[in-house]
Structures are given as C-alpha cells and as structure tokens.
C-alpha cells in the first residue's frame, strides 16, 4: 500500500532563507509524487510533480523537488523564502495507471518570519 | 471556467442526520475523489472513482457512500452523522494520474 511521511509538522525560516521541507514515500510501484500547496481558508493547490524522467523537477513559485529512489524521498526546497509562502504543503503519492488514487502526507506548515 | 464546485460551503448537522455535499466539475475529468482534512491527519481520502459508473473506497470509506452516475457529478452523502465526521472536505479531479489533482474549495461540516 501507498503511504507519506512529511518530518516536521511545523518548520519555521527567516525571510530569505532556504526552505527544505521533507518526504518519504513508500509504494509497490514506480510512484507519481505531487507537492500541493494550501493557503488559509482556501483549496490545494499543485505546486510541481514528478511522473517519469528528470528526476530534479521545478514548479511554481520557485520550488523544486528532487526524486531520490534510492531514498524513497522527494523533498521540497525554495532557496529563498518569501512571507507569501507562508502556508501549509501536503506531499502525495500515486500509484498511477487507472488507479485515480492519490495519497497525502499530514502536512507541514511552513512559517516565515521577517 | 468553474472547475470544481463544492455546495454549500457551509453545514451544521445534528447528530443522526443525513445530508448530500455536491460536487460538480466542468472539466470532463475523469477521475474524481473525496478528501476530509482534520488538523495534524492531512488529507485522507474517503471515495475515489475512475469513470461514471465506478466507484471504490479510500482509507476511510465508513459512514459515507458515493454513485457517480454522470461524469461530471460526484456527490457524497453522510449516512447518519456522528460528531467524528466533524471535518473540511474536499472534492477534486483530473484527467488522468499523471497530471495531478485540481481541488474544490471545499464544505466545513460541523457535527452537533
């Protein structure tokens, strides 16, 4: 079965600092992995993915996340952060094919201070 | 361009009650999902279905059913509220696996 790990349910930066935030996964099968972003009182919205091939994969926003098989991780990263991200980001995994089933992280919600 | 409609935003339930979240997406997407977010759980996935006529349960299925008989409609009724369905829920859909999710803005449901 499919399941996601995010370590830290709250990490906190500087304004300009470099954000990491982690995932692990675990899947039978080669994975689809998704980062969702979710700003107060709103829907989720998607961030960047990784299906096949380039295993560095950028979004929007200037995040980007590596695909690391051998770690069964796919962290996310911005190296400069803005008070505008500032919210919470779920990582989620699928198993693809006809499946249509995506699993999510609990979440970490990231803070920025000035 | 809608995308992905979720009424009402709002419900108090009393305990016992039953009730229908609606959601509707103009996309002709296939596949289509219910979450509930509870704070520190994520989301989890409750229904999911790959097409009209299927459907198949998440990770906790319990106390809510699901038809599509449409492609565009995907509602989910709440058998007979307890106060542990207390949650946000959201519903989402896509065209395939690979492109990832696009989510409704969702329903606060208060059970009492």
């Known amino acids: 079965a499919q399941s996601v790990t995010q370590l830290g349910s709250h990490v906190s930066v500087s304004e300009g600092a470099l954000v990491l935030l982690r995932c692990n996964y675990s899947s039978s099968v080669p994975p689809y992995l998704f980062w969702y972003v979710q700003y107060p009182n709103q829907g989720l919205q998607l961030l960047l993915k990784?299906?096949?091939?380039?295993?560095l994969v950028k979004g929007i926003n200037g995040f980007e996340a590596e695909f690391k098989k051998s770690e069964t991780s796919f962290h996310l990263t911005k190296p400069s952060a803005h008070m505008s991200d500032a919210a919470e980001y779920f990582c989620a995994v699928s198993e693809g094919g006809n499946t249509g089933k995506l699993i999510f992280g609990q979440g970490t919600t990231l803070q920025v201070k000035p | 361009n809608a995308g992905v409609t979720q009424t009402p935003k709002f419900q108090v339930l009393k305990t016992g009650q039953s009730m229908t979240l609606q959601c509707a997406q103009d996309m002709n997407h296939e596949y289509m999902s219910w979450y509930r977010q509870d704070p520190g759980m994520g989301l989890r996935l409750i229904h999911y279905?790959?097409?009209?006529?299927?459907?198949d349960q998440g990770e906790v299925p319990n106390g809510y059913n699901v038809s599509r008989s449409t492609t565009e409609d995907f509602p989910l009724r709440l058998l007979s509220a307890a106060p542990s369905q207390t949650s946000v829920y959201f519903c989402a859909s896509t065209r395939g696996s690979l492109r990832g999710y696009t989510f409704g803005s969702g329903t606060r449901l208060t059970v009492v």
């Open positions: 990784y299906t096949t091939g380039a295993t």
């Open positions: 279905s790959v097409g009209a006529g299927i459907t």
